[in-house]
């Protein structure tokens, strides 16, 4: 431990820009389910846990719809996506995902640092009042939600989740 603590640099001043934290991860977390999404056959898309819960790809419909839903209230210029929450096919489910995180890439990129901690005018009810920043953040942890779902419908399935794979 002492090593350790030897070794540590102190904190120096640094150039910090959310806008940019934000794009950096909501840009990885579209990487990552993208790669979750391509892991799962077109055949087992359909699959689901139980008779009772949505199936593979109506749950990556899911986390497009939401967004463009949620992303909608922070009232940007950037052209909302349609999404048909009835897809069921795999490039179709995927194509949706996509067209969401690129939407959202869309509306950041029109905000500055500044605009990313002001209030949104109308956000979300279930959320209260919440700056924009905490709308994407909200975003992110949902997809990270659905992301562990889809975990155990691919392991399910006989899939291993590309986090998961080793070479």
Not at 8 to 28: F, G, N, R
Not at 42 to 63: C, L, M, N, W
Not at 85 to 104: C, H, N, Q, R
Not at 130 to 146: E, P
């Given at each position: 431990?002492?090593?350790?603590?030897?070794?540590?640099?102190p904190v120096?001043a640094?150039?910090?820009?959310?806008?940019?934290?934000m794009?950096?991860?909501w840009?990885?977390?579209?990487?990552?389910?993208?790669?979750?999404?391509?892991?799962?056959?077109?055949?087992k898309?359909?699959?689901?846990?139980?008779?009772?819960?949505?199936?593979?790809?109506?749950?990556?419909?899911?986390?497009?719809?939401?967004?463009?839903?949620?992303?909608?209230?922070?009232?940007?210029?950037?052209?909302?996506?349609?999404?048909d929450?009835?897809?069921?096919?795999?490039?179709?489910?995927?194509?949706?995902?996509?067209?969401?995180?690129?939407y959202?890439t869309?509306?950041?990129?029109?905000?500055?640092?500044?605009?990313?901690?002001?209030?949104?005018?109308?956000?979300?009810?279930?959320?209260?009042p919440?700056?924009?920043?905490?709308?994407y953040?909200?975003?992110?942890?949902?997809?990270?939600?659905?992301?562990?779902q889809?975990?155990?419908?691919?392991?399910?399935?006989?899939?291993?989740?590309?986090?998961?794979?080793?070479?």
């Amino acid at each position: 431990m002492l090593a350790l603590v030897a070794t540590m640099q102190p904190v120096t001043a640094q150039s910090v820009s959310i806008k940019a934290e934000m794009l950096q991860d909501w840009a990885a977390l579209k990487s990552t389910m993208n790669k979750m999404a391509a892991e799962m056959p077109d055949d087992k898309y359909s699959a689901k846990p139980t008779p009772a819960q949505q199936s593979f790809g109506e749950r990556i419909v899911h986390v497009a719809t939401v967004n463009v839903g949620i992303l909608g209230s922070l009232g940007g210029k950037a052209a909302k996506p349609t999404i048909d929450p009835k897809v069921t096919t795999k490039a179709a489910a995927i194509k949706a995902m996509d067209d969401s995180f690129d939407y959202g890439t869309a509306v950041l990129n029109e905000h500055t640092d500044q605009q990313m901690l002001a209030a949104v005018p109308m956000p979300p009810r279930f959320l209260g009042p919440s700056s924009h920043a905490r709308i994407y953040t909200f975003l992110m942890g949902h997809t990270w939600d659905i992301y562990g779902q889809l975990v155990v419908y691919l392991r399910l399935n006989g899939h291993v989740p590309p986090a998961s794979q080793r070479p």
